[in-house]
RNA sequence: GCCCCCGUAGCUCAGGGGAUAGAGCACAGGAUUCCUAAUCCUGGUGCCGCAGGUUCGAAUCCUGCCGGGGGCACCA
């Protein structure tokens, strides 16, 4: 609807230029028709007579009444408003929005869907935690975040592929298995010295007696370095597969697994590094090569293998990027934790190096979560032994709840998760005032399938009915959806989606105390069972964007 | 020291050039013969961190400062 009005104020523009009334000046990009904040402002605002003054040389509030007066016919509104320093403020007749209730009814399931992405492919890496423990916390708000970013770039038109990277290669495995391997001989009545900066947490001693009681005590007398490898095999095994099994409770599905181990083995991580020497991008010094990630806008050079002849870590990183890059995806989303920030420009260095443009890539930065416990922070760190996974939360406060918090922030705002108060007053979620609205409508159709009602063809239903200020402003917010998905979808931010979905929740809750959708009136009643259909399916597909399930009753 | 994010109501946060800055929580009171009271209604709060600048207009953009968090390895 915003854009069908802001069309129609241009063309009454460029009608009132052709007659001469105005000078010939081409409308700016600064125009905007926003929705005012207050009801009392209209429907919808246009600063078109603002942005044109100075050019114009004519005061705003004269070329706003100029515009109005032209507006002022045109049945999309009943009233048209020079307001303020000269906006045009204006209200959308109510027979327009009643009737777009056909379009949203005839759009079905997929009402809320655009082209925009007009089928460019995108994918969007996300979670990608080590496999050197179980995933926490943090990594859940990264889950949420990028599953739904997947599922509103789905609807807004792109091909999107989700993929999980795992840095299953270096220094961290050998402390992964030899944590393990110690953990082993413990298990034997071994004593050993266990260092503090090997993984403390139980499940290593879960993987030890694993393989103890699979295999026995048989290497008890085997050097370290003769077993590392099987030990490191499998705590990999172990862990990566309750990391699957903790994603897939959470809801999140991944469409490949790409193993950094692979770029190593495959010789790719080599060839990638020794063209770009070859392109003069390495140098060697000290022993070491050198990335010039300075000319390429980070803020100093970095190593790519040390002088003991091991890659490092941004090296493998270098080499995957180029593999997702020659994969021919349109766009790469890489979702990360916030402390990794620093890591960006020597990323997108990488990228420049490769010859592709630096906004192929496009990294959203997800703010660590501080999770408080008893009013304390609580500590998170995996090496550390004390923190709270994943696992713990979903069987705490269940699926829904878990996604649905950790998308109600921009992701850039630090995330306060307070386990007390989210065990102990899970009904104040705000989760389950969205599922209610929901499960409200569908009572509703329950009732009325009681009654012996039934939706009847929307082509006889009289619309016009719905004239409470409660339905227009219903039918008003059902309007936004489309636009708001698009929107959201190409700025990244699944959380608007969840403050829209509140939003239409209070509206419906609102209405629900106010009117009745079943009356002894049936053509009402008809008019505002139609009204609820596409509310709860709107309802229904929202929640669907962010993960979270649309129950039919609580 | 340098870099990134944040600073808005008692708390958690929206708003990111536009008109009188919003919501939830918390606190107090009220609403159910009738579609689910996990709901609704009523009640009041703000130097929008500070100081400059940009302009018709700044919580919003720019610069500096203050405060909080995070990051700055031939670690992963």
């Known amino acids: 609807m915003r854009i069908r009005v802001q069309a129609t104020i241009e063309k009454a523009f460029r009608e009132a230029v052709a007659e001469g009334v105005f000078p010939e000046i081409s409308i700016p990009a600064s125009h905007q028709v926003v929705c005012p904040r207050q009801e009392a402002f209209g429907d919808f605002a246009s600063n078109l007579a603002l942005v044109l003054a100075s050019k114009a040389r004519r005061s705003p509030r004269e070329l706003a009444a100029c515009l109005a007066e032209r507006l002022d016919d045109d049945p999309l509104f009943n009233r048209v408003e020079v307001a303020g320093p000269g906006f045009l403020n204006l209200s959308i007749a109510p027979i327009w929005w009643q009737k777009n209730l056909y379009t949203m009814w005839e759009a079905g399931d997929s009402y809320g869907d655009s082209d925009v992405g007009k089928g460019r492919r995108v994918q969007v890496e996300f979670v990608s935690a080590n496999p050197t423990g179980p995933l926490h916390v943090g990594h859940g708000r990264g889950a949420a975040v990028g599953d739904s970013l997947a599922r509103l770039l789905k609807a807004a038109g792109f091909d999107v592929e989700k993929e999980y990277y795992i840095n299953d290669v270096g220094n961290q495995m050998k402390t992964l298995g030899s944590s393990v391997y110690l953990r082993y001989l413990e298990h034997f009545g071994h004593k050993v010295d266990f260092p503090r900066e090997y993984y403390q947490g139980d499940y290593i001693k879960d993987i030890a007696s694993d393989i103890a009681s699979r295999e026995g005590d048989k290497y008890v007398d085997v050097p370290l370095d003769l077993c590392l490898t099987l030990f490191i095999d499998a705590a990999v095994r172990y862990i990566s597969h309750s990391i699957h099994r903790d994603l897939q409770d959470f809801g999140v599905y991944f469409d490949s697994w790409f193993s950094e181990k692979v770029l190593h083995d495959t010789g790719f991580l080599v060839k990638t590094i020794s063209e770009l020497q070859a392109r003069g991008y390495i140098y060697e010094q000290d022993g070491a090569l050198w990335f010039r990630s300075s000319e390429l806008g980070d803020e100093k050079d970095r190593v790519v293998r040390r002088s003991n002849g091991i890659f490092t870590y941004f090296a493998a990183d270098i080499a995957y990027h180029r593999h997702k890059l020659e994969r021919g995806y349109d766009l790469l989303v890489d979702i990360w934790g916030a402390d990794h920030h620093g890591y960006v420009p020597r990323v997108k260095a990488a990228i420049k190096a490769q010859g592709y443009p630096e906004d192929r890539l496009r990294v959203l930065l997800v703010q660590l979560v501080n999770l408080m416990e008893g009013g304390r922070p609580a500590a998170m760190t995996t090496r550390g032994g004390e923190f709270v996974t994943l696992r713990e939360v979903l069987d705490d406060v269940g ?17 306060d998760f307070d386990l007390d108060l989210v065990k102990s007053q899970t009904q104040e979620n705000p989760v389950y005032y969205v599922q209610y609205a929901h499960a409200r409508l569908s009572s509703v159709f329950r009732k009325a399938r009681d009654k012996g009602i039934s939706l009847a063809d929307p082509g006889h239903i009289d619309v016009s009915l719905l004239n409470t200020p409660e339905e227009i402003r219903l039918l008003k917010q059902l309007d936004l959806f489309p636009c708001l998905v698009a929107e959201s ?35 009402l009643t008809q008019a505002r069972l139609f009204l609820a259909d596409v509310t709860k399916r709107v309802l229904h597909k929202g929640l669907g964007l962010l993960g979270v399930s649309a129950p039919d009753s609580l």
């Open 399 to 415: 699926r829904d709840a878990a996604r649905f918090m950790f998308l109600t922030r921009r992701c850039d705002s630090h995330l």
């Open 489 to 523: 979808a190409i700025a990244l931010e699944p959380y608007r989606i969840s403050y829209y979905l509140t939003e239409l929740a209070g509206q419906l809750h609102v209405y629900y105390n106010r009117h009745r959708f079943v009356s002894d009136d049936p053509d």
